[in-house]
């Protein structure tokens, strides 16, 4: 059974998303505070955390650059403020979702799922590792080395990563990436393509202004380099 720990001060919203995963035969833990928030990560040791942004004593940015520092668990930012900005900082956090107020229950617990299911899919997959020049990647342990120095990734970043290492030099546009780590109901996450392949450069490239393995193909994608 999936345990979901739910971070929201309105404990309104708390019920609903309790009660439609619940529904779901998911497990829910859940706490309105922000300061509490580590403290129950750490002794529960959730699949999976919905986080609100605005929240009392500490906020939600701070609470999923804390979670993401010491785990890779899924976390899906949910709140009121849908702007861009708000979305490019959560997914430089290492989010791997957002979803913002007001909600349908029913789509929160689709994202859940979906979450999930590409989160613990991959622990049964059998594939052996990639090797680049530069890069090796394991899809069965979800690790990944660099010039021989393991790298941390997020569950979205080491798929998208994956996907580009899979095919060298074959240019992925933004959406066919989507398609392939998201799938067809979030094509909208399109747009914050840019935002991981930011966040990847910065993490195996010498110099991530001046990228020699993630390639940008202007006006088209992305790909990996073949060298």
């Not at 580009?164 to 399109?190: H, K």
Request: with cysteine; charged share 30%; glycine share 4%.
């Amino acid at each position: 059974m999936p345990k979901i720990l739910v971070v929201d001060d309105e404990i309104s919203i708390v019920k609903v998303i309790e009660q439609a995963l619940v529904k779901e035969d998911m497990e829910v833990l859940y706490t309105t505070e922000g300061d509490h928030v580590m403290k129950l990560y750490q002794k529960n040791e959730p699949d999976l955390v919905i986080l609100d942004l605005m929240l009392p004593k500490v906020d939600g940015f701070t609470l999923c650059r804390e979670i993401r520092e010491i785990s890779d668990v899924p976390i899906i930012i949910l709140s009121a403020k849908g702007d861009v900005v708000d979305k490019s900082v959560g997914f430089n956090l290492g989010a791997d979702d957002y979803l913002t107020k007001p909600f349908s229950p029913q789509e929160l617990v689709m994202r859940v799922k979906a979450v999930l299911r590409r989160f613990r899919g991959h622990r049964d997959n059998k594939e052996e590792a990639i090797i680049l020049d530069q890069i090796k990647i394991n899809k069965e342990t979800r690790r990944a080395w660099v010039r021989g120095n393991e790298i941390n990734l997020t569950p979205k970043e080491f798929d998208i990563l994956y996907l580009l290492c899979s095919q060298p030099g074959r240019v992925f546009t933004r959406e066919q990436m989507v398609i392939n780590v998201w799938g067809d109901p979030y094509i909208d996450e399109a747009n914050n393509i840019p935002v991981y392949i930011r966040k990847l450069r910065q993490k195996i490239e010498l110099d991530a202004a001046k990228p020699k393995i993630l390639e940008t193909v202007w006006g088209v994608g992305y790909r990996t380099s073949q060298v």
